[in-house]
């Protein structure tokens, strides 16, 4: 009923950049708040950054400078925008949605949902 479909992760050397994009889809009522974790061969996951419906921002600590998570209400999109990238910083890059919806019988649900993630790798 409800997902989220990334795009824009790829290859990228170290000091470039990359801006990726999440686009929720579905019987969306509203968002509660969309953020960006990553994963990395044998680390856990960890939230980038996310941003709320109000604007409200929060960042990793290592990203701090260098990323920005920006929504879109009208397109129910969020986007990350990674400049001066890092080879630490390759991984599996997952949207996430705190979301409400309506179901077949038009009652609003509550739902987290993930996309499908999204590879990014900073090599040179």
């Known amino acids: 009923q409800v997902q989220l479909v990334e795009s824009g992760g790829g290859l990228v050397q170290p000091g470039g950049s990359l801006r990726l994009s999440c686009a929720a889809s579905g019987s969306v009522s509203s968002i509660v708040a969309m953020g960006w974790y990553r994963q990395a061969p044998g680390q856990q996951r960890e939230l980038v950054g996310a941003i709320t419906s109000g604007g409200t921002t929060t960042y990793a600590d290592s990203v701090k400078g260098r990323f920005t998570v920006s929504r879109d209400n009208a397109k129910d999109t969020v986007y990350l925008q990674m400049n001066s990238l890092k080879p630490a910083d390759t991984a599996v890059y997952s949207c996430?949605?705190?979301?409400?919806?309506?179901?077949?019988?038009?009652?609003?649900?509550?739902?987290?949902?993930w996309g499908q993630g999204t590879l990014v790798t900073v090599s040179s």
């Open positions: 996430n949605s705190d979301l409400y919806y309506s179901d077949n019988e038009g009652r609003y649900r509550y739902l987290e949902v």
